[in-house]
């Protein structure tokens, strides 16, 4: 899970590349939320690309614990051997199993968390008068977190049965032929609000994680020198 978040962390990299160079701010400093929300997508995007594979050896390694309560023995001992186990069984390509889900959501997670806190704490600046600091910081955050988890919930759902589910010796899913079949017999089966199954917890874990986040992220630019984001 370290791993994967050092590697998760680009996305802030990506998104100041795509807002500042790519996009650029308009002339009184503001950015369009449509320009942000393409900002967020695609920064979500290409870090999660990266860290896809610490993802599956996460989840892979947070099976174990079942696997041993069951009596059954350990597939994988550590980070490193899940890593070559999974090279060596299905290929470097097999690193990148759920490559398409784990994207996705990332892109709607990115869209809400990055896109919301960009655009909320440059509103609260711009037509109140609030200074940049961390009342306003915590504001942005608490609305990021709450759009994240809305956007996103739909996309852990589908994830985590696409990731779940067991595969045949080919590589494919005996469940789910791809993401649009796991939503739609999600949704035909279940509901459509079987897709915010777990809504509550996500929203819980993503709150203070979302608030720890831009506090520290903001405070430690300020110490480096950095311009506020």
Not at 130 to 158: M, R
Request: glycine share 6%; hydrophobic share 40%.
């Amino acid at each position: 899970a370290l791993l994967r978040h050092c590697v998760y962390s680009s996305r802030m990299v990506f998104y100041e590349v795509f807002r500042d160079s790519v996009f650029g701010l308009n002339h009184d400093g503001s950015f369009s939320v449509w320009k942000a929300a393409l900002c967020g997508m695609s920064a979500g995007c290409f870090a999660q690309f990266l860290a896809s594979p610490t993802d599956l050896v996460k989840v892979r390694m947070q099976m174990e614990g079942r696997r041993r309560l069951e009596g059954k023995a350990p597939r994988v001992h550590s980070t490193w051997h899940a890593f070559s186990t999974i090279a060596k069984e299905n290929g470097i390509r097999g690193l990148w199993k759920g490559v398409v889900p784990n994207v996705q959501r990332a892109a709607l997670v990115n869209m809400g968390d990055l896109t919301t806190y960009d655009t909320v704490k440059h509103a609260l600046l711009r037509n109140t008068s609030l200074k940049d600091n961390a009342i306003v910081h915590a504001s942005s955050s608490f609305c990021s977190g709450l759009v994240a988890a809305t956007v996103s919930t739909p996309a852990d759902v589908v994830k985590t049965r696409m990731m779940n589910q067991p595969y045949d010796d080919n590589g494919r899913g005996t469940i789910y032929r791809s993401t649009f079949d796991c939503l739609s017999q999600t949704v035909r089966k279940e509901g459509f609000f079987a897709l915010y199954k777990g809504f509550l917890p996500i929203w819980y874990r993503m709150a203070p994680w979302s608030l720890t986040f831009w506090l520290s992220f903001e405070q430690i630019r300020n110490v480096a020198g950095v311009k506020s984001f």
